[in-house]
């Protein structure tokens, strides 16, 4: 493992985002030739054996650093998370069943949108009242249905399950933007699916991690490509995985797990979001959108109070090379997206940054 590399720029984007320096450089190197083979692993059949090895490492990789039961299963396809919206339904609602779903902002919303088109999704718990800024509790998920489907963290609101719901049925989480940075008991979900591009990688894969034992439950007849059983069967292989990603999340795994795995990131990412989310509140300028409770160690949303003042609060955070803290359309302000590979250094950039400005316009 190369010593650590500073990144150049604090990039705070919420997704694709920032990887350790180290893995990019080590995918740039297997671009041009990929361990000495004079080839590049663009250019590489995906039933290689070197690629064959990638594809088995990472996926037990995946399910290591989870501590997943033995008997689950792994598989890398692409379509994004937004494909995962609509594998849920055909994958675990029966024909003329229905899935539960918790309703805390876009991504939930879309991920309902595509079961309605299969059957009955029924919001059990949503936060849209006060546009999603809590996670809502208390609500609970009927014995009839097939799943109880909720988002962990919301990448856009900045709010994060610190429990997870306790579900009478399967309970399947998509997970994309908070995946392996907190511990999390993956025998208690039927299928946590993820996006590669919020914490574990680039863009272009999606990663579906369930229980076998919960599929071929709908009484439906699945097209293949559709089919998890049928990817996890082929060892995702069925048809040309998105092989550069993949190859990318093993690296992004094996930087994880050599720098304490789960556990350790999860402290990191505390200690992150401890020195941000204290900044918002010392300074009276800054304003928190999300109730403290749920406030999301990932994606930190925030406002100035006074919005005349951003122009100017943008030109001195672009100054210090800080990068993409503009909030997302729908809320506004600021968000600062802080995944696994953030180091703690860009924080504190941010922060002084912060107080600075505060000094000068409070
Ligand atoms: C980004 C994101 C998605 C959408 O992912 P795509 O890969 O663009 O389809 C879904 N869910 C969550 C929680 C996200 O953060």
């Not at 598989?75 to 069943?97: I, R, T």
């Not at 919303?109 to 999603?132: C, H, M, P, W, Y």
Request: glycine share 8%; charged share 20%.
């Amino acid at each position: 493992m190369p010593v650590e590399i500073k990144p150049k720029v604090h990039n705070f984007s919420a997704g694709p985002c920032v990887l350790p320096q180290q893995v990019f450089q080590q995918a740039a190197q297997a671009v041009l030739d990929w361990d000495g083979s004079g080839l590049s692993i663009l250019e590489v059949s995906h039933r290689s054996k070197p690629f064959v090895e990638v594809m088995e490492k990472t996926r037990a990789l995946a399910k290591e650093l989870l501590g997943a039961p033995d008997h689950y299963q792994v598989v890398f396809l692409g379509g994004g998370a937004s494909m995962g919206f609509h594998m849920v339904p055909q994958n675990f609602m029966k024909v003329g069943g229905k899935g539960a779903y918790a309703n805390t902002g876009t991504w939930a919303k879309r991920a309902i949108k595509e079961a309605q088109l299969l059957g009955n999704a029924t919001v059990v718990g949503s936060s849209e009242d006060k546009n999603f800024n809590y996670i809502p509790k208390g609500f609970s998920v009927p014995n009839d249905a097939d799943y109880f489907h909720f988002t962990s963290n919301n990448t856009i609101y900045g709010t994060q399950y610190k429990a997870f719901p306790k579900s009478p049925v399967p309970l399947i989480c998509d997970m994309s933007s908070d995946i392996y940075s907190r511990p999390v008991n993956v025998a208690d979900f039927a299928m946590i699916y993820a996006g590669a591009q919020k914490n574990m990688g680039p863009a272009g894969a999606t990663m579906y991690l369930f229980d076998p034992n919960a599929l071929g439950k709908t009484g439906r007849t699945l097209s293949p490509m559709m089919d998890l059983a049928n990817h996890a069967a082929k060892e995702s292989m069925y048809n040309t995985p998105p092989v550069f990603p993949v190859y990318v999340i093993m690296l992004t795994l094996e930087w994880l797990k050599h720098n304490g795995g789960v556990a350790a990131a999860e402290k990191r990412n505390q200690a992150k979001a401890d020195l941000l989310y204290n900044a918002i509140d010392r300074l009276p300028i800054f304003q928190g959108v999300t109730a403290k409770e749920d406030r999301s160690a990932m994606n930190a949303t925030f406002l100035l109070k006074n919005s005349a003042l951003e122009p100017a609060f943008d030109e001195q955070w672009k100054a210090a090379g800080i990068s993409g803290i503009r909030g997302h359309r729908s809320v506004g302000g600021y968000r600062a997206s802080m995944y696994n590979a953030l180091p703690l250094e860009s924080v504190q950039a941010l922060v002084d940054v912060m107080e600075e400005f505060a000094k000068k316009n409070g």
